[in-house]
């Protein structure tokens, strides 16, 4: 079982950064894939950003590559999400996951993912 716990969410204007974190603890943080995802009122959550255990493989989804950069620090066993030329549209719960496989990590109805509880990102026009 794996306990992920975000921060670092808030409100900044069009155009600007944010970076969120994830912390992530219990016995078997070590080995899995983690990622993000997002959610709007009245969608399902989406798919951002996942970074295999040893940052060998990454991927995004289409709406935020080249914007968004997914990192993370094994030896604080965190994960990071930074968020560049922030848009209104990218103003959604955003929800920390991992998963000790990289296949499911994208698969938002998978039984392998564990989830965070989600910080609030708010960007304003």
């Known amino acids: 079982q794996v306990q992920l716990k975000e921060s670092g969410g808030g409100l900044v204007q069009a155009g600007g950064s944010l970076r969120v974190g994830c912390a992530a603890s219990?016995?078997?943080?070590?080995?899995?894939?983690m990622g993000w995802f997002r959610q709007v009122p009245g969608k399902e959550r989406e798919f951002v950003a996942a970074i295999t255990w040893n940052a060998g493989s990454i991927e995004y989804s289409d709406a935020v590559k080249g914007r968004f950069t997914i990192s993370r620090d094994n030896a604080k066993n965190m994960v990071y999400l930074q968020m560049d030329g922030l848009k209104p549209e990218d103003t959604a719960v955003y929800y920390c996951?991992?998963?000790?496989?990289?296949?499911?990590?994208?698969?938002?109805?998978?039984?392998?993912?564990?989830w965070g509880q989600g910080t609030q990102v708010t960007v304003s026009s």
């Open positions: 219990g016995r078997t943080v070590s080995g899995n894939a």
């Open positions: 996951v991992a998963s000790p496989f990289w296949q499911d990590i994208q698969n938002r109805t998978s039984a392998y993912v564990y």
